[in-house]
């Protein structure tokens, strides 16, 4: 009889079964889709961390919330999340030309005598292509440690724009890592000083750095594949670092969620508000724009995050108060995942998972 269960239970479909997130990570890793996951989550004014799979499949050293990941691009929103402070501490204003803090030797574009501003190139409008047009590293594996000011200047002065700066959403890293350039170049310091100042250390994020400039034996081993990748790495002579330089922990990641959460009256908070205002579309009605963070539905904000062998995915929904933190050792992510958690109407993606017929594994499977 129970082995009759069992053959009944493998012909529902996965989706059909409720699932905690823990089970739908563990799904995750057991199917081998990722090595490793690391997921906190805030709601209510209470953090839960929850981990699985190996942070390298050589040494089998287990994930867990202190294991540290390359987070990617969601660095973007640390790079304006600094630029929001600036703002509200008046060194700068969002409307600014670019072009009034960066030194002489470069030229930005212009388009129908349209100039970029700060806020186009924290908000994804500002014309600039998602990568330079002269971006080839040495090293293919460890593509951005090489570009420099030097090639940075010498694109910009011959580059032009596709679209009139304000007019067109298009995701640019190159957008990005000049914002970030600019900042540095505003409070003349390297930007792992910068965010060190502004956020970390305010935040109390200890274990989040730039990728090359500090090492540690928590850093996990990206997977490309089941392959393993090459840590991507930046120097204070990378001036893109501020496009997805940054590494992390689950712990420190909901740290810096939890502040957007915030209704105190710091700077911080306040620069991190101004950060999370719609500015313009992303592509479509259903998506906007802050200030480096994206939107869904007018309701939850979003960043992800990809490297050679790393995703991340952070969202909070700043009414509901609640946030989640997803990183894994693997390209393949889980964004589908955060999304799911925080809007319950978004599908997740279908899962291959080889069922076991062992009656003890129903319990796998309870409500």
């Known amino acids: 009889m129970k082995k009759f269960i069992c053959l009944l239970l493998a012909l529902i479909p996965l989706s059909n079964w409720p699932q905690s997130l823990e089970e739908l990570c563990k799904q995750r890793v057991d199917s081998n889709e990722m090595p490793g996951i690391a997921v906190a989550t805030i709601e209510e004014g209470k953090s839960k961390f929850f981990s699985y799979g190996q942070s390298s499949l050589s040494s089998h050293e287990p994930v867990t919330s202190k294991t540290l990941f390359e987070i990617g691009s969601v660095t973007k929103t640390f790079t304006c999340s600094v630029l929001a402070y600036l703002a509200q501490k008046h060194e700068v204003a969002l409307t600014d030309p670019a072009q009034k803090h960066l030194p002489s030797s470069i030229l930005l574009p212009e388009k129908n005598k349209k100039s970029i501003t700060l806020l186009h190139l924290a908000s994804a409008h500002s014309g600039l292509p998602r990568m330079p047009g002269n971006f080839s590293p040495v090293d293919q594996s460890n593509p951005y440690i090489d570009y420099t000011e030097k090639e940075l200047t010498a694109y910009l002065n011959n580059c032009e724009l596709k679209y009139e700066p304000g007019t067109t959403y298009e995701y640019s890293n190159l957008g990005m890592g000049l914002l970030g350039f600019i900042l540095t170049q505003e409070k003349n310091k390297p930007y792992s000083q910068l965010i060190k100042e502004i956020i970390l ?117 700043p009414v509901k108060k609640r946030g989640i933190v997803i990183l894994t050792n693997s390209t393949t992510g889980a964004d589908d995942l955060g999304f799911h958690w925080l809007d319950e109407s978004v599908p997740l993606k279908q899962v291959k998972k080889q069922i076991s017929l062992d009656p003890t594994s129903l319990k796998e499977y309870e409500g």
Not at 214 to 220: I, V
Not at 286 to 309: A, E, F, P
Request: net charge positive; hydrophobic share 35%.
């Open 201 to 317: 250390s305010p935040l109390g994020m200890n274990q989040t750095f730039i990728s090359g400039l500090e090492k540690s034996k928590l850093l996990a081993t990206g997977y490309r594949d089941n392959s393993p990748t090459k840590a991507w790495t930046w120097s204070n002579q990378s001036v893109l670092t501020g496009a997805g330089g940054i590494v992390s922990n689950a712990e420190d990641m909901l740290k810096f969620v939890a502040a957007q959460l915030n209704s105190d009256n710091s700077t911080l908070t306040s620069a991190f508000k101004e950060a999370h205002k719609e500015r313009n579309e992303a592509g479509d009605t259903t998506m906007q724009i802050g200030l480096g963070w994206h939107i869904r539905k007018h309701k939850y904000i979003w960043h992800n995050g990809g490297t050679g062998g790393f995703r991340s995915f952070i969202g909070f929904d």
